[in-house]
Nanobody, 124 residues
Framework: QVQLVESGGGLVQAGDSLRLSCAAS????????MGWFRQAPGKEREFVAG????????DYADSVKGRFIISRDNGKNTVYLQMNSLKPEDTAVYHC?????????????????WGQGTQVTVSS
């Protein structure tokens, strides 16, 4: 498994931007898919964005496509989520996740390591 620590959350206004970071340690980072998920109060955890290992193909939920960008820096063992044009409905705890697979993943069951999460609150 991988140890994951998120940072970068906070309270912002609608239209603002935030960049979340997720630092990984443990398993070799570069070859494995990574993802961001979020969970709002009273709702199920949902996929936000993913990036594959090796080829760095990206994938996004429809609700964030065109506004969020996922990227990774293998030299720093870190994955990022740049969030632009934030909306109140983006308010949630955001979790970073690591998969034991290299190909792009969306299902939470395809990830075996999770961070504690970072709170993002967007006010209207």
């Amino acid at each position: 498994q991988v140890q994951l620590v998120e940072s970068g959350g906070g309270l912002v206004q609608a239209g603002d931007s935030l960049r979340l970071s997720c630092a990984a340690s443990g398993r070799t980072f570069s070859g494995y898919a990574m993802g961001w998920f979020r969970q709002a109060p009273g709702k199920e955890r949902e996929f936000v964005a993913g990036i594959s290992g090796i080829t760095y193909i990206t994938d996004y939920a429809d609700s964030v496509k065109g506004r969020f960008i996922i990227s990774r820096d293998n030299g720093k063992n870190t994955v990022y989520l740049q969030m632009n044009s934030l909306k109140p409905e983006d308010t949630a705890v955001y979790h970073c996740a690591a998969s034991p697979y290299s190909t792009l993943r969306r299902r939470s069951t395809d990830f075996d390591s999770w961070g504690q999460g970072t709170q993002v609150t967007v006010s209207s």
